[in-house]
Nanobody, 124 residues
Framework: QVHLVESGGGSVQSGGSLRLSCAAS????????MAWFPQAPGKQPEGVAA???????NYSDSVKGRFTISRDNAKNTMYLQMNSLKPEDTAMYYC??????????????????WGQGTQVTVSS
């Protein structure tokens, strides 16, 4: 059975930092691209960062230079280091997995597996 479990969300002030984690099980994690999709209230999920199975990364313009995505294939875990957080980063953050390339996962927003999400709230 596939599981993607996010953790690390919380409430921070503008300019602060958080580190999200996504623990995966039930599939060949090292063969999958992984990504983070924040969903703000009333909006569709929008991919902001993705990482290929080999570690190559892709970012949306909105987070480039502030967020860093990484993965540890030995631990079946993906991370998102979020710095210089802004109120507009407030969202439920979902992790997602796809056997396709990271750029496609980010662009298409279609994944084989999704987690349950972790809430990030940034106050001004």
């Amino acid at each position: 059975q596939v599981h993607l479990v996010e953790s690390g969300g919380g409430s921070v002030q503008s300019g602060g930092s958080l580190r999200l984690s996504c623990a995966a099980s039930g599939f060949i994690y090292s063969s999958y691209s992984m990504a983070w999709f924040p969903q703000a209230p009333g909006k569709q999920p929008e991919g902001v960062a993705a990482v290929d199975s080999n570690g190559s990364t892709n970012y949306s313009d909105s987070v480039k230079g502030r967020f860093t995505i990484s993965r540890d294939n030995a631990k079946n875990t993906m991370y998102l280091q979020m710095n210089s957080l802004k109120p507009e980063d407030t969202a439920m953050y979902y992790c997602a997995a796809s056997p396709r390339r990271a750029w496609w996962l980010l662009w298409a927003g279609t994944a084989n597996y999704w987690g349950q999400g972790t809430q990030v709230t940034v106050s001004s």
